[in-house]
């Protein structure tokens, strides 16, 4: 069974803070997103990446794909309260000839003013 | 607007009493799915659908049906509703199910079954 693994659960932050998040499995992924959850909606997406080693920035944030394509991490440049919210991974992997949408657990942070 | 809209939005229901959850996609979606959300657990995936008339079971499958009878509907049913389905539910759709598609969720329904 593959699974994801997202760290710190929760994350409290001053404003204007870096923070980094982390996604981790044992398990291959043939690609890797992230979402942004806020409350009383579903997740968007925020970024795809695909490369083992790829890195993507969208303004703030700065999102890497491990080398192995087993991990991922989220980074974010000076924290703003607007980035609040919950932030999922979710890996597209291949069992039996089918792919899935593994998604983890979650990171639920808070920003400060 | 390219849309997934789940209804309803909010519902209290009975043990046992049968429900259904309606999920409509706009965009033409082959791929279509249902997830839960709980604190803690993250999202898994009850029920999923490649195309019309196939579905199958995903991660958590017990207590729930489906159908794909037309490309933009995708109903979930819980014939006999327990305490423990008391969640958030998001259907979602995607192009396909290749890696690298977007998948885009519902706003949510919250069921509490008392």
């Known amino acids: 069974t593959q699974l994801l693994e997202q760290s710190p659960q929760f994350l409290s932050i001053q404003e204007g803070e870096n923070l980094t998040v982390y996604c981790n499995s044992s398990?291959?992924?043939?690609?890797l997103q992230w979402y942004r959850q806020e409350p009383g909606e579903g997740p968007v997406l925020l970024v795809t990446?695909?490369?083992?080693?790829e890195v993507k920035k969208l303004k703030r944030l700065t999102f890497q794909f491990g080398d192995a394509r087993k991990d991922s991490s989220l980074h974010i440049t000076a924290a703003q309260p607007g980035d609040t919210g919950l932030y999922l991974c979710?890996?597209?992997?291949?069992?039996?000839?089918?792919?899935?949408?593994?998604f983890g657990t979650g990171t639920r942070l808070k920003v400060l003013a | 607007e390219a849309q997934v809209t789940q209804n309803p939005r909010y519902l209290i229901t009975v043990t046992g009493k049968k429900l259904t959850v309606t999920c409509s996609q706009n965009?033409?979606?082959?791929?279509m799915s249902w997830y839960r959300q709980d604190p803690g657990l993250g999202l898994r995936q009850i029920y999923y659908?490649?195309?019309?008339?196939?579905?199958d079971k995903g991660d958590v499958p017990e207590g729930y049906k489906v159908s794909r009878k037309e490309k933009r509907n995708f109903p979930l049913i819980l014939e006999s509703p327990s305490p423990n389905q008391t969640s958030l539910y998001f259907c979602?759709?995607?192009?396909?199910?290749?890696?690298?598609?977007?998948?885009?969720f519902g706003e949510g329904s919250w069921l509490t079954v008392v």
């Open positions: 979602a759709s995607s192009p396909s199910i290749s890696p690298g598609n977007t998948i885009y």
């Open positions: 965009m033409n979606h082959e791929y």
């Open positions: 659908s490649m195309n019309v008339e196939v579905t």
């Open positions: 398990s291959v992924f043939s690609s």
């Open positions: 990446v695909v490369t083992g080693g």
């Open positions: 979710a890996g597209a992997g291949s069992t039996s000839g089918t792919y899935k949408y593994i």
